[in-house]
């Protein structure tokens, strides 16, 4: 059992590189279209998002290491899923309001509820945080 885990910690920290090194790429891109004007901000805005669907797979994947090991649950690993899910559909809104130049209110409520609930689940996992601490005292 534990090289089982030994490993998954592993393939985490691998997937923690693969994302920066993704978000490295995306930050080229931005610059690469600011200087040039190449037309390139679909692929960009995919790779931030790709790059945040990893993060919300990489956090499941903690929770299982963390029953592998025995560990005690916490519900602040699915707060931050919830977090980069909301984040991660604002940036998917936004591009289809940008790439379609789409003069509709209905998605910026959509990122207005996103907002919502990216504030709500931040304030949620200070308290959830707060508590593990006082817990642990």
């Known amino acids: 059992m534990f090289n089982v885990v030994k490993y998954l910690l592993w393939i985490e920290y691998l997937i923690h590189l693969v994302v920066v090194f993704m978000l490295v790429v995306a930050v080229g891109g931005i610059i690469l279209n600011t200087f040039t004007g190449f037309s390139i901000t679909k692929n960009v805005l995919l790779l931030i998002s790709n790059a945040l669907l990893i993060m919300i797979i990489k956090e499941v994947i903690w929770t299982v290491i963390k029953f592998f090991k025995k560990e005690r649950f916490s519900v602040a690993s699915f707060i931050l899923i919830g977090i980069i899910s909301a984040i991660r559909q ?33 304030i949620s996992y200070f308290i959830v945080k707060k508590a593990e601490v006082c817990s642990n005292d």
């Open 90 to 122: 604002s940036l998917f809104v936004e591009a289809q309001i940008s790439l379609n130049k789409s003069h509709s209110w209905e998605p910026l409520y959509e990122i207005g509820v996103n907002t919502l609930i990216i504030l709500v689940l931040s």
